[in-house]
C-alpha cells in the first residue's frame, strides 16, 4: 500500500520561502504520478502543483504559477514543492497526493487515490 508522509511545513513571514517534501513508500515511486493540494478550513481542497512519473511534465494551478516549483527525486522516491515568494493567502495544509497515472496530472482531487496526512503552512503578514 502506497504511503505518503509531508514535511517541512511551519511559520513563515510573508516573502519568506518554505520547501515542502514528501516521502513514498510502499510500491515503485517511479510508476506514480505525484501532486500537491492545500485546503484550508471551510473550503474545498485546491489543486496546487502535479508532476509526472519521470518529472518531464507539470502542471500548476494559475495563482501559483512561477512562485511554486514542483520537482521530484525518483532515487529518494520524494516529491518537493519549493515555495518563494509566500502570502498570508497560501496559509492552508498542503497534502501531497499520488496516482499511478504516470503521464495525466488531474487537478480533481477525487481522481487522486492516495493521500498524506498534510503539513500546515502559516504565512503571517
Known amino acids: 500500500q502506497v504511503q505518503l508522509v509531508e514535511s517541512g511545513g511551519g511559520l513563515v513571514q510573508a516573502g519568506g520561502s518554505l520547501r515542502l517534501s514528501c516521502a513514498f513508500s510502499?510500491?515503485?515511486?517511479?510508476?506514480?504520478?505525484m501532486g500537491w493540494f492545500r485546503q484550508t478550513p471551510g473550503k474545498e481542497r485546491e489543486f496546487v502543483a502535479a508532476i509526472s512519473s519521470d518529472g518531464g511534465a507539470t502542471r500548476y494551478v494559475d495563482s501559483v504559477k512561477g512562485q511554486f516549483t514542483i520537482s521530484r527525486d525518483n532515487a529518494k522516491n520524494t516529491v518537493y514543492l519549493q515555495m518563494n515568494s509566500l502570502k498570508p493567502e497560501d496559509t492552508a495544509v498542503y497534502y501531497c497526493?499520488?496516482?499511478?497515472?504516470?503521464?495525466?496530472?488531474?487537478?480533481?482531487?477525487?481522481?487522486?487515490?492516495?493521500w498524506g496526512r498534510g503539513t500546515q503552512v502559516t504565512v503571517s503578514s
Open positions: 497526493t499520488a496516482e499511478r497515472t504516470p503521464s495525466v496530472l488531474y487537478a480533481l482531487p477525487s481522481r487522486w487515490n492516495y
Open positions: 510502499g510500491r515503485t515511486f517511479s510508476n506514480y504520478a
